[in-house]
C-alpha cells in the first residue's frame, strides 16, 4: 500500500464521527504526514548529500537519479532540497504546459528542476558556478530525454556578470533556495532583469534558506510583481508549510 493511499484511509478513518474543528486537526495531521515522507532536510548527511537521489515522474513515467555532492575543501556542496522536490512536482502537475517553453534554471545544484523541465518538453538552460558544473554536467547527461521533446545545455553564471551570455530572454524561469545572502541578491535581480522579457514567468521556491527576502523583495520594486503561488495549485502531497513558490512577473517598466 502506497503512503499516499495509508494516509488517506486514516483520514477517511479519523473523520467518520469527528466535528468541524476535529476534521481540520486531522486534515492537518495528514499534509504533515504525506510530507514527512518525502521531506529531505530532516535526513543525515549520507542520504543528503553522498547517495543518488531517485526522483519517479509519472506523465512521463521514468526514474530520475541525481548524484549529489558532500562539502569539499573550499565547502561547496550540492544537495536536492525540499524547495526543489516542491517546485518539480509543481511543475510535473500542469505537464505539457512546458512544452516547447525556453527556460533558464539558475543555480540549479544537482539539476532537478531543470531536468524535469526538459523531461516535460522545454528547452533547457542550467546554470552555476564552475565548481558545481561537472556534478551537474554529469547529471544532465544521465537523465537527459531520450528523444527530442525536450533539451538541456548547461553553463557557468555567477549573478549580475556576462549578462548577454546566458541567451536570453526566456519564457520560464526558476531557481530554488537563492535567498540566503543579502550582498548576493542585488546581483540575483540583475541577471532576472537582464534574462526576461515582459511575458516571463519567474518561479522562485524557497524553504528555510530565505534570510535575505525582504532585500530581494525591495530590490523586485518597481521591476517585478511579486506574488505567491496558492497550495491549491501545487502537487496535492509535494508541499509543506516551510517551504514557499514565489511567481514574479515584469512590470513594464522595469525589464523594457
Not at 70 to 86: L, N, P, Q, R, Y
Request: overall charge neutral; some cysteine; aromatic content about 8%.
Amino acid at each position: 500500500m502506497s503512503m499516499r493511499h495509508l494516509v488517506d484511509v486514516q483520514q477517511q478513518d479519523e473523520n467518520k464521527d469527528a466535528d468541524a474543528p476535529q476534521k481540520q486537526g486531522s486534515s492537518d495531521t495528514s499534509k504533515f504526514l504525506r510530507a514527512w515522507a518525502w521531506k529531505r532536510e530532516h535526513r543525515p548527511d549520507k542520504i543528503r548529500f553522498h547517495r543518488p537521489y531517485i526522483h519517479s515522474m509519472t506523465s512521463p513515467a521514468v526514474k530520475l537519479t541525481l548524484q549529489q555532492s558532500k562539502f569539499d575543501a573550499e565547502g561547496f556542496a550540492s544537495t536536492i532540497w525540499d524547495s526543489s522536490i516542491v517546485m518539480s512536482k509543481y511543475f510535473e502537475r500542469w505537464g505539457r504546459r512546458w512544452a516547447g517553453k525556453k527556460c533558464l534554471d539558475l543555480s540549479a545544484g544537482c539539476g532537478l528542476v531543470g531536468i524535469v523541465l526538459a523531461r516535460l518538453g522545454a528547452d533547457v538552460v542550467l546554470t552555476d558556478l564552475l565548481p558545481n558544473l561537472p556534478l551537474l554536467a554529469d547529471n544532465c547527461r544521465a537523465n537527459a530525454p531520450e528523444d527530442a521533446s525536450g533539451s538541456v545545455r548547461v553553463k557557468e553564471h555567477r549573478w549580475g556578470e556576462r549578462l548577454a551570455d546566458l541567451g536570453g530572454p526566456f519564457d520560464v524561469i526558476v531557481a530554488c533556495d537563492v535567498m540566503y545572502i543579502d550582498a548576493a541578491i542585488p546581483d540575483l535581480v540583475k541577471t532576472l532583469v537582464a534574462a526576461a522579457s515582459p511575458f516571463t514567468d519567474i518561479y522562485i521556491s524557497h524553504g528555510r534558506n530565505r534570510q535575505a527576502e525582504h532585500v530581494f523583495r525591495n530590490c523586485c520594486q518597481g521591476k517585478f510583481l511579486v506574488s505567491q503561488v496558492s497550495s491549491s495549485q501545487l502537487d496535492e502531497v509535494y508541499q509543506t508549510g516551510d517551504v514557499d513558490v514565489l511567481l514574479l512577473q515584469s512590470t513594464s517598466e522595469g525589464v523594457r
